[in-house]
């Protein structure tokens, strides 16, 4: 694999919430134009690697490389400009809601660009023609629904046209048609616009349909990061057991057992 | 067993070390809200003029009615007092230097901001604790907008410009409502009381009065806003951040009036 094919390179993150560790040595790459998913239980650190990937925290130690640039170095300046290029759909949304769905999905094209109103306002709607919500660029986000929230989401992470997507819990909260839509929205991008994009599931129907590559995270560690075959085919237990739903019941260790009941208490 | 004096000595040393930092933190956003309306446009991030407009209205114009009628009740509480306390003198004739002074310095000003610490302290804190905890800050910030050029800056623009014309504002109609009593109580013209108002009145006084006021803009505005960015514990950490920074806005205008009265009157 040549390392200018890689969207994403990530090297030995380690990371913590104070002083407890989150993410232990986390390592994967995904190359132009894929779709990776991470996978993991719910508490196995999915959010808080999605968070290392969009610079909003400083890891305790590793690099993490989006577009052949290291964000852990990067200037704030560089950061900026290579922000232009990364859209990101949070699991709630995170629509503006002070302002209407149309405003919110502008509001990157406002910020740097120098288009006029406009062509921003023909931009954007473009972009909600997209994800099916032509003429509500009217309403307030309070207004819409779960499924409408996530997909006007997504259209403010895409009106820059970036060449990286992030997705948090595309499926979360919504019912089986609204999120197979959402899957079915999310391969078109990547084909029609050649994104590299990465999405956040716990949903296994989901992740195996849309990606390309799974990587599975479990207590901070990966599991195995490597094509949807691969995966399933995997013979390790977690991951059967992931697959399978059944309940980890790993054998305790008797010494991490008292150690965890009697950590600070003097 | 920790002892009891030892507990207490690290629940000091907790406490003044969460102050310091909390003081620090303060500093730290004046420094970089300043920063942002100096020179942002230099980092292709202006802080627009159309957000301190409206941040300057909604702070602002919208205070008028409360601080006018607030500050006619104390011009007239003022002369009423003064008069009653004068009259044991037979001194009556003096209320007018009385009034003048005390409302120009001391009541004006700091009528003006503990309303406005009222109205706007807790109304800044709700929006961006919500704001924090629905993710629409780490939305901005992935934007490629800082949060502080955003939500920060122009919030305390608009409180520097309002804050002194509100307190100016408050200054002539506290003196109205003074004279206003004076004239039924005293037989003294609405003319005569304002001539002999400016005639004891000088400058400084006044200048005294919005110096003040510029000084609780800013504490107004970075109590409001910082308690808003530490919210992280859903609505009840909003409800909580909401009333912190209403007391201690009132608390911190009424220290911060205390220092600087002691320090211009020496
Ligand atoms: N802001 C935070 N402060 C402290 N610990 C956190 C915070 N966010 C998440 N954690 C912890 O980090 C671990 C991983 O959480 P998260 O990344 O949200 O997992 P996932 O998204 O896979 O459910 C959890 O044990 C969680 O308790
Ligand atoms: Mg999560």
Redesign the pocket.
Known sequence: MNASDLAIDVKNLVTH??T?K?LDGISFQARQGEIMVIM????????????HLLGLHQPTSGSISLLGKDITQLSADAMYDLRKNMGVAFQGGALFNSMTVGENVELPLREHTRLDENTMRIMSRMKLEVVHLAGFENLMPSELSGGMIKRAALARAIVMDPRLLFF??PSAGLDPVVSAELDELILILRDAMNMTIVV?T?ELESAFKIADRITV?DQ?RILMSDTVAAVRASDNERIQSLLNRTPRNEAINPDEYMERLTREIF | MPDPLTSFVALVGQRSLQAVREVGYHAALLVEAFYWLLFGRWRRQPVRLSAVFKEAVGVGVNAIPIVALASFAVGMMLAIQGIYTLRTFGAEGQVVLGISLSVTREFAPLITGIFVAGRSGSAIAARIGTMQISQEIDALRVIGINPVRYLVAPLLAAMLLTLPALTILSDLIALFGGALYCAGELSLPMGIFFDRSFEVLVADDVIHGVLKSFIFAVIITLIGTANGFNV?AGAEGVGQATTRSVVLGCIGIILADMVFTFLMSR
């Open positions: 919430y104070g407890r989150i993991g239980g719910s508490g196995s650190g999915k959010s808080t690697l999605l968070r948090d819990e956040v716990h995270l901070g | 992280s």
